[in-house]
C-alpha cells in the first residue's frame, strides 16, 4: 500500500477564514504575510470579529477573488461583502441544517459581541439582503476558487502514489433534485413518469473524481434530457498526457476511446457484451481468460451521441488491449469480466488492471459524501441561478474538507484513503467550537490543531474485504397520504391514511 508519509511533507497552506475553521489556520495552513494581513485588518471598519473572514487565503486562492472590483454589483462598499457573504455561504453548506436565517443571526451576534456600544440596525435582521447578496457572487469566482483548491491538491500527490505514472481519474453521474418552482422546471424539468404538480426538478450531474486524493475536478450538469454521455463529452477537453479515465461500460464506445486517445489521455473501461460481439467476437479467444492487443474498427454508422464533423475526425481503427478475467468470491456468483484499455504496456500484468477498475467503486462513495453528508442530494434554492451557486458551493465544501484531509495523512503518515470524511467533517466541526473559545492563546490553539489533525488520522476505515450491504430502507416511512394531483386539488387531507392506519384487526385463529 502506499502511504503519504512515505515523503517528508511540509504544509504549503496558509490560513483558512471559513468561520467553520476559525482560529485553526495560523498552524494548519500557515500565516499570512504581515502586510498583507495589516490591510485586510484594515479594511473590517469595526467588524472585528469577521477579520478571519478577509485575511490572505495564501496558496489555496488568490485573496484578490473576493476583493471588491473596481466597477459592477460587487465594488460597493457593503455590510454584506463578497467575502463576508462567501463564507457565511460556504458556513452554510458544511452545516446543512443552517439556514440563510440563521447565517444572518450569527453575523449579528458576532457584531453584538465584538461591539457590545454598536446602534441597532447595524445589521438588519431580516435575511433578505443577505439574500440578494448571495445572488450577487460570481460564478466565476465559485469556479476560480474551486479550481484553486484542485490545483493544490494535485500538487501535493507524491510520485509513488501514481499508478504507473499515471493520474488516474474516475468519472460516473448521478441525479439531484430541488424545490418545485416554475423557473427550476424549465431549466431542469421533472421526468415524464411523475404527474405535474407532484414532481420535483431533475438534475443530471457527471463528476471526474481523483482516485488517489477523492478531489472532485470537474464536473458538467444538465437536466434529465441530457445524457450521461453527451454530458461526459463536453468533458474530454479537460483530459490530457499521463491521465488514466477509468468509468463503467455505460461510457464505453468507439468514439470515446478514439477522442481521448487523440489528446494523449489513455482509458480503462468494462467492455458491453453487445460492443464484444459486434466488433470484435471474431478476433477474440474463446477461453474464460485472455490477455490480448486487437485492432478496435470504426462503427460504420455514427452513433446520434456524435456530429458528423466529429465522427469523421476518427481515425478507421484504434489498438487497445483487452483483457478478460473471471471474478469469484464465496458467496457469490461467478462473474466473467471484460476490460478494454488503450494502455498497451506488457510489463502491466491483467491483475493490475483488474484491481484498478475494482477501485472504481470509490466514486460511488464519493458521491455518497456529497449527497448524504453535504446533503446535496436535495438542493434548496429557488431559482436556477443560485441553484448553479449552491451546487458550486458544495463542491468547494467537499474539496475543502479533502484538502484537511490530506493534510492529516501527510502530517501523520496516513493512508489517504482510509482517511474517514465524515469522521473529518464531524472532527473538525467539534475542534473549531473548542478553538473559538481560546482566543488569542497560540499555545492553545496550537495543541488543538495537533490534537486534531492526530484524531482526523486515526478515524480509519477498516478494511472490509467482501462486503456486501444492499441499498434498503429498514425504517418504514410515515403513513401520511401521498400527493396525486398538486395540493390546492386535494381538498382536505387526513393526517393519516385512514386506508392503512384504522384496518380492522385479523381475528385470532
Not at 140 to 169: F, N, S, T, Y
Amino acid at each position: 500500500m502506499l502511504y503519504y508519509g512515505a515523503v517528508s511533507y511540509v504544509s504549503p497552506y496558509v490560513r483558512c477564514f471559513t468561520p467553520f475553521l476559525t482560529n485553526f489556520g495560523p498552524l494548519l495552513f500557515g500565516r499570512p504575510p504581515a502586510s498583507a494581513l495589516k490591510d485586510a485588518l484594515a479594511n473590517l471598519a469595526g467588524f472585528s470579529s469577521l477579520t478571519e473572514l478577509r485575511r490572505v487565503f495564501g496558496c489555496y486562492f488568490p485573496a484578490a477573488l473576493l476583493a471588491p472590483t473596481d466597477s459592477g454589483q460587487n465594488s460597493r462598499r457593503r455590510i454584506f461583502s463578497l467575502e463576508v457573504v462567501f463564507w457565511s455561504f460556504l458556513d452554510q453548506v458544511l452545516n446543512p441544517t443552517s439556514s440563510c436565517r440563521e447565517a444572518v443571526r450569527k453575523l449579528i451576534a458576532h457584531v453584538r459581541r465584538d461591539e457590545p456600544g454598536a446602534e441597532n440596525g447595524t445589521i438588519s435582521a431580516h435575511c433578505a439582503g443577505y439574500c440578494r447578496a448571495r445572488a450577487r457572487i460570481p460564478l466565476g469566482v465559485i469556479d476560480q476558487v474551486h479550481a484553486h483548491l484542485v490545483e493544490r491538491m494535485q500538487k501535493h500527490i507524491p510520485h509513488a502514489a501514481h499508478w504507473h505514472g499515471r493520474h488516474v481519474k474516475l468519472v460516473d453521474g448521478t441525479g439531484v433534485s430541488m424545490p418545485d418552482t416554475p423557473e427550476n422546471q424549465e431549466r431542469w424539468p421533472q421526468t415524464a413518469g411523475q404527474k405535474p404538480g407532484c414532481g420535483f426538478p431533475a438534475m443530471n450531474l457527471v463528476g471526474v473524481f481523483c482516485l488517489v486524493t477523492g478531489a472532485l475536478i470537474h464536473f458538467a450538469t444538465g437536466s434529465h434530457h441530457d445524457h450521461e454521455t453527451l454530458l461526459f463529452q463536453s468533458l474530454w477537453r479537460h483530459f490530457g498526457k499521463n491521465d488514466l479515465l477509468v468509468a463503467d461500460r455505460g461510457y464505453c464506445s468507439f468514439g470515446t476511446f478514439a477522442s481521448l486517445l487523440a489528446r494523449g489521455a489513455d482509458v480503462l473501461m468494462r467492455l458491453p457484451e453487445k460492443r464484444l460481439r459486434q466488433a470484435l467476437s471474431s478476433k477474440l479467444p474463446a477461453s474464460d481468460a485472455f490477455d490480448v492487443t486487437v485492432a478496435w474498427a470504426r462503427p460504420s454508422h455514427r452513433p446520434d451521441s456524435m456530429r458528423p464533423d466529429q465522427f469523421d475526425l476518427l481515425p478507421p481503427s484504434i489498438p487497445v488491449r483487452i483483457i478478460r478475467y473471471t471474478h469469484s468470491r464465496r458467496g457469490f456468483r461467478t462473474l466473467s469480466v471484460t476490460l478494454v484499455t488503450t494502455v498497451l504496456d506488457p510489463g502491466i500484468a491483467p491483475a493490475e488492471f483488474a484491481l484498478l477498475y475494482f477501485r472504481r467503486w470509490g466514486i460511488e462513495l464519493h458521491f455518497r459524501e456529497l449527497k448524504t453528508f453535504l446533503k446535496m442530494d436535495v438542493l434548496r434554492c429557488l431559482t436556477p441561478a443560485m441553484i448553479e451557486r449552491e451546487i458550486r458551493m458544495h463542491f468547494v465544501a467537499y474539496n475543502l474538507i479533502r484538502c484537511v484531509m490530506q493534510t492529516a495523512a501527510l502530517t501523520h503518515h496516513t493512508e489517504l484513503r482510509r482517511v474517514s470524511f465524515k469522521g473529518t467533517l464531524d472532527t473538525v466541526r467539534q475542534f473549531v467550537n473548542a478553538a473559538q473559545g481560546a482566543g488569542n492563546r497560540p499555545k492553545t490553539i496550537a495543541a488543538l490543531v495537533d490534537e486534531m489533525l492526530h484524531t482526523i488520522a486515526l478515524d480509519l476505515v477498516p478494511h472490509r474485504p467482501g462486503r456486501s450491504e444492499p441499498r434498503a430502507v429498514k425504517r418504514r416511512p410515515k403513513n401520511h397520504q401521498r400527493l396525486t394531483r398538486p395540493r390546492r386539488q386535494m381538498g382536505n387531507l387526513p393526517h393519516r391514511n385512514t386506508a392503512t392506519s384504522k384496518r380492522p384487526k385479523q381475528a385470532l385463529s
